[in-house]
């Protein structure tokens, strides 16, 4: 009789609530972490009105009314809202009204990261941020978890989207910081925000508001200028101390960065994702040499809760032009934008674009296509030419008068928007092929330097 060979039971997987297979909900506090800013705002909103200031009992009813009114809803999302690991991704239920589920692949996970806002680090709760793959920035977040639960379902996600080798690398590098590249000052922080066109024009339309209500007596009203000072407060808040601190380090998976006071964020970035680039210089910054840079990357690029605005990673929030050419270098490795040979609109164009028609431009090489635009605030789009999906051309009613066209780039959702303004219609024709042609060249070369699949 055939001997039998001892029996390697499988290791059982983590126990605990992290586990919850039929769905299990998030910590109860998570509404009035959520939603404590909003209670906030109202009892601002009620101090400011001068006939409920002059009626304690009213105003101090309303408040009671708006704080039972947000935990209940905050209740109710609570307690409608689930989540469940499945053999191939985690599962998330929410809404009681409208119902959504979000089923998020292991596969498609890219990094994972335990968060602590400053509300949530004081409850000693934390959430994930998890890096996805065609995902928007808020499909990847799930909180509020015990920071010891956060820990655990971090590392549970890890080995299922990349194994146990690949969970044990990422842990060894989140545990040790890399060398840093660049550090941006917060004194530049606040200066370069500070001098942003949106900060300058709200200071100095509230300073106007303010002389005009109390020298002029023309009886505004200094609440009318609560929009205008936060104008002034919210860009200092979300650049100086959402970017304090900002760190720029290599690492073995891509570059990374680190940002934040108190909520402290990071993020890494892989080359292979990078879809496109967005140099942002407004016109202050242009004469102090200053520059922001965004990228479109495949997983980040999306809508904030709350935001229209489309924004892509942060590679770096305000540098100068040394830094800025230093960190283009490290995403696309020989690329040199004072290289690149802009081609100029055509005079004709200022009939559309009065003054801004000299600042529109585009011009191209082996890796890239790139234009630029505006005048108070200088936009210059990069473009990888692999990652191009499509190229359009398109023409309005007076541009057919003028025998102008424009020449669309289109690349995935993100901040990068590469047009070629107003080029004239045989040369956004030709573009328009020339384009093409460029990208299927640039994406057959990269396939033909895969490793076979098979």
Request: no cysteine.
């Amino acid at each position: 009789m055939a001997g039998v060979g001892p029996v390697t039971e499988p290791a059982p997987e983590p126990t605990g609530p992290v586990l919850e297979k039929t769905g299990a909900r998030l910590h109860p506090l998570t509404p009035f972490v959520k939603g404590w800013g909003y209670f906030a705002v109202a009892a601002v909103a009620l101090v400011n009105n001068e006939g409920l200031r002059s009626n304690l009992e009213i105003a101090g009813l309303g408040l009671i009314a708006v704080l039972i009114g947000g935990i209940l809803l905050g209740a109710l999302s609570w307690w409608f809202t689930k989540w469940q690991l499945t053999d191939d991704a985690i599962r998330v239920d929410s809404g009681f009204l409208f119902r959504r589920t979000r089923i998020i692949r292991f596969d498609r996970i890219q990094a994972i990261d335990v968060a602590q806002p400053l509300l949530a680090r004081m409850l000693g709760m934390a959430e994930l941020r998890m890096d996805v793959a065609g995902g928007g920035k808020s499909d990847g977040k799930l909180s509020y978890f015990k920071y010891a639960e956060a820990g655990d379902l971090r590392r549970i996600l890890l080995v299922r989207a990349k194994g146990e080798q690949g969970a044990q690398q990422q842990e060894q590098e989140q545990e040790r910081e890399p060398e840093a590249l660049l550090v941006v000052p917060t004194n530049r922080l606040l200066g370069a925000t500070l001098l942003s066109s949106t900060v300058v024009a709200s200071a100095g339309a509230l300073i106007w508001l303010i002389v005009a209500t109390m020298v002029f007596d023309f009886h505004i009203g200094l609440f009318a200028g609560l929009p205008l000072l936060l104008g002034v407060v919210s860009p200092i808040w979300k650049q100086v101390v959402g970017n304090h601190g900002f760190t720029l380090s290599q690492t073995e998976h891509g570059l990374r960065t680190k940002r934040g006071l108190f909520d402290v964020q990071r993020q890494t970035i892989p080359p292979g994702r990078v879809q496109g680039l967005l140099i942002t210089e407004p016109i202050i910054w242009r004469l102090l040499g200053w520059a922001r840079v965004e990228l479109d990357i495949a997983g980040v690029a999306g809508k904030e809760d709350g935001e229209d605005k489309l924004e892509g990673a942060q590679l770096l929030p305000v540098g100068e032009r040394g830094e800025v050419n230093a960190v283009l270098s490290r995403v696309l490795p020989g690329f040199h934008l004072d290289a690149i040979e802009l081609q100029r609109a055509p005079e004709r164009a200022k009939w559309l674009r009065p003054i801004g028609w000299r600042y529109l431009a585009y011009g191209a090489d082996e890796q890239v296509f790139v234009t630029t635009s505006g005048w108070i605030s200088r936009s210059t789009s990069i473009v990888l030419h692999h990652k191009t999906q499509s190229v359009r051309l398109a023409q309005g009613p007076i541009q057919r008068r003028l025998n102008l066209a424009d020449v669309h780039i289109d690349t995935p959702v993100g901040p990068t928007n590469a047009v070629a303004r107003h080029r004239s219609a045989e040369e956004a024709a030709w573009l328009t092929q020339a384009q093409a042609h460029q990208a299927r060249q640039a994406r057959q070369a990269i396939e033909s330097t895969r490793p076979d699949q098979s």
